[in-house]
C-alpha cells in the first residue's frame, strides 16, 4: 500500500515538473494552416462585397404605383432598376427610368418611357408625337394623345432635360403638366430593366 502511494506521488510530481519545464520543445507554427486560413477569410470578404455591389448596382426595386405604364407594367408590379448604367451613359429614347417627379425626396419613385432626350424638339399633334419634326415611330401599339398638354407647341429641350410619357397615354401624368415637367438627370434613379419576379 505504501508503494502505490508512493508511485501515485512521483507520477504527480513528476507531471507537476513536465508543466514547469521550460526547456521542453515549442509546437512550431503551422503557417500553412494561417495562410489558408487568412486566404478564406479574404475571399468570403470579396464574395460579401461583390454581392453587395451587385444588389446595391442592379437590385434596387421600384413599384409600378399605376396604370401609367399599361400594357408594359402593370399597377403594383415590381420593378428592379439599374442604377449604375446612366453614370456611364445618358438616357436615351425608348429607356424606360425611374425618378422622383419635380426633386420631390417625399414622393415615390415614378416610372414612365423616355421620349425626348436633352436637345430634341418634340411637339404633340393631333394625337401623335413629332420628334424633331418628324413622327416618332414606337414599337409598341399606343392609342392617340387626347391631351397634348404643354407640348401641343413645339418644345426644344436644354441641356439636362428629359421628356418622358406613360405608354399608357391617355391616363399618365408626365412630362406633358407642370406637376412633373422635364426630368433631370439628378432625379433619375436608374433605368428599368426587369420585372421581379422573374
Same mark, same amino acid.
Given at each position: 500500500m505504501f508503494n502505490s502511494i508512493? /508511485? !501515485? !506521488?512521483? /507520477?504527480? !510530481? /513528476? &507531471?507537476r515538473n513536465d508543466g514547469l519545464n521550460f526547456n521542453r520543445r515549442r509546437k512550431k507554427v503551422d503557417f500553412g494552416k494561417i495562410r489558408y486560413i487568412? +486566404? !478564406? +477569410?479574404? =475571399?468570403?470578404? %470579396? $464574395? #460579401? %462585397?461583390? %454581392?453587395?455591389?451587385? $444588389?446595391i448596382a442592379f437590385g434596387k426595386q421600384v413599384e409600378c404605383s399605376n396604370s401609367s405604364m399599361e400594357p408594359t407594367y402593370k399597377t403594383s408590379d415590381k420593378l428592379? +432598376?439599374?442604377?449604375i448604367t446612366y &453614370?456611364?451613359?445618358?438616357?436615351e429614347n425608348g429607356d424606360i427610368i425611374a425618378f422622383k417627379p419635380k426633386s420631390n425626396v417625399n414622393a415615390s419613385y415614378s416610372v414612365k418611357r423616355v421620349i425626348a432626350v436633352p436637345g430634341d424638339t418634340i411637339y404633340i399633334n393631333n394625337g401623335r408625337i413629332y420628334l424633331n419634326d418628324e413622327l416618332y415611330k414606337e414599337n409598341l401599339d399606343v392609342e392617340r394623345i387626347e391631351n397634348a398638354g404643354i407640348a401641343a407647341t413645339p418644345i426644344t429641350l436644354l441641356d439636362d432635360q428629359y421628356f418622358v410619357l406613360g405608354d399608357n397615354r391617355n391616363s399618365s401624368e408626365d412630362s406633358r403638366f =407642370?406637376? $412633373?415637367?422635364? +426630368?433631370s438627370s439628378e432625379d433619375i434613379l436608374g &433605368? #428599368?430593366?426587369m420585372k421581379y419576379p422573374f
Open positions: 508512493n /508511485r !501515485f !506521488f512521483s /507520477r504527480l !510530481f /513528476r &507531471k487568412l +486566404v !478564406f +477569410v479574404l =475571399e468570403l470578404m %470579396a $464574395v #460579401i %462585397a461583390l %454581392a453587395y455591389g451587385v $444588389v428592379l +432598376v439599374n442604377t &453614370k456611364l451613359s445618358s438616357p =407642370e406637376s $412633373v415637367g422635364f +426630368v &433605368k #428599368i430593366w
